[in-house]
């Protein structure tokens, strides 16, 4: 079955240091979007890609952050200054088509930011 | 303000047993309800995904309702197993806008 793929599982940064969340889609899906879990806390949106280009972000979606989809296949998530709140579960997901296909997620990349 | 609230916050049943969790949401317009289990540290995975005009679906010993009118929907789990110990969490599509999460129940199993 086709998988969403992150990269890194675990990335441990220093305080102000950049970070690179990568993110391969599932192959034939045309709607990209990054999500968060603050340990303990619900999962939240950051932003929706479709077309090259951001679709819809959210308040928490702020300057530090950015999104690239670099060539065909890969889906990144920047955040510039990391802060010791950014630290959480990242979760990539995909769709084919808008609103009623079901999302597939990634498994996620967890960021300690010390 | 849209929101989904899920009840409990937390459930352990024994091995073999059912249970029942539960989601009340106020997300306005509604276009779909959405049941996803997330294993400890790993991305939610879809269990079943309802419409406006379903009102049980299933899915192996996983069955979900939803009520429109009265804006709830509840997961039932049957004959619970060890690996049915995770996160439940219940999503709500409104319109466009992005998917509104609950913050799950989390179900341990025990034998």
């Known amino acids: 079955e086709p998988e969403v793929t992150q990269t890194p599982s675990h990335q441990v940064t220093q305080m102000g240091q950049e970070v690179i969340l990568r993110c391969v889609p599932i192959s034939n899906h045309l709607y990209f979007y990054w999500y968060r879990q603050i340990l303990g806390q619900k999962v939240e949106f950051l932003v929706s890609?479709?077309?090259?280009?951001?679709?819809?972000k959210s308040e928490i979606f702020d300057d530090q952050f950015s999104v690239e989809r670099p060539d065909g296949s890969n889906f990144t998530l920047k955040i510039r200054s990391t802060k010791l709140e950014d630290s959480a579960m990242y979760f990539c997901?995909?769709?084919?088509?808008?609103?009623?296909?079901?999302?597939?997620f990634g498994a996620g990349s967890r960021l300690t930011v010390l | 303000k849209n929101q989904v609230e899920q009840s409990p916050q937390s459930l352990i049943i024994l091995e073999g047993k059912n249970c029942t969790l539960q989601?009340?949401?106020?997300?306005?317009?509604?276009?779909?309800l959405r049941w996803y289990k997330q294993d400890t540290g790993r991305g939610p995975v879809s269990l079943t995904i309802m419409t406006f005009s379903e009102n049980t679906k299933s899915n192996g010993r996983y069955t979900a309702t939803l009520d429109a009118d009265t804006k709830q929907s509840s997961l039932h789990i049957t004959a619970s197993q060890l690996s049915d110990s995770a996160s439940y969490i219940c999503v709500v599509l409104s319109g466009n806008t992005p998917l509104v999460f609950g913050k799950g129940t989390r179900l341990s199993v025990i034998a």
């Open positions: 997901a995909s769709t084919g088509t808008y609103g009623a296909n079901v999302l597939t």
């Open positions: 989601c009340n949401y106020t997300v306005s317009p509604f276009s779909n």
């Open positions: 890609f479709y077309n090259n280009e951001i679709s819809e």
